[in-house]
């Protein structure tokens, strides 16, 4: 089991980027997703879940300006980010399946490879 995260790059503050996360060896409909983000000298913080009942979660950082979103049928979960701020440059984290803690904890089973976010001022 295996979770890709891709689409991140360099943008000019204000712009936007949309992070996707795919899955390969299994479905994750039926589970919690989220994404982590970790900027460098910092510890790896939460950022968005989607929960089992679709419900979504966002850090107060983040609220009104990222939006995350999944799709069951393809297995994927994205992360829309607009307005974005130099302090939002980190490394990008996708996560499935809960198996401690709350959504906004880092209890997650699987954990993708990280994309890079830079965002210029």
């Known amino acids: 089991v295996q979770l890709q995260a891709f689409g991140g790059g360099l943008v000019q503050a204000g712009g936007s980027l949309r992070l996707s996360c795919a899955a390969s060896?299994?479905?994750?409909?039926?589970?919690?997703m989220a994404w982590f983000r970790q900027a460098p000298g910092k510890e790896r913080e939460f950022v968005a879940a989607?929960?089992?009942?679709?419900?979504?979660y966002y850090a107060d950082s983040v609220k009104g300006r990222f939006t995350v979103s999944r799709d069951n049928a393809k297995g994927t979960v994205d992360l829309q980010m607009n307005s974005l701020k130099p302090e939002d440059t980190a490394v990008y984290y996708c996560?499935?399946?809960?198996?401690?803690?709350?959504?906004?904890?880092?209890?997650?089973?699987?954990w993708g490879q990280g994309t890079l976010v830079t965002v210029s001022s």
């Open positions: 996560a499935a399946v809960l198996t401690r803690g709350t959504l906004r904890g880092d209890g997650y089973r699987y």
């Open positions: 060896g299994r479905t994750f409909s039926n589970s919690n």
């Open positions: 989607s929960g089992l009942s679709a419900n979504t």
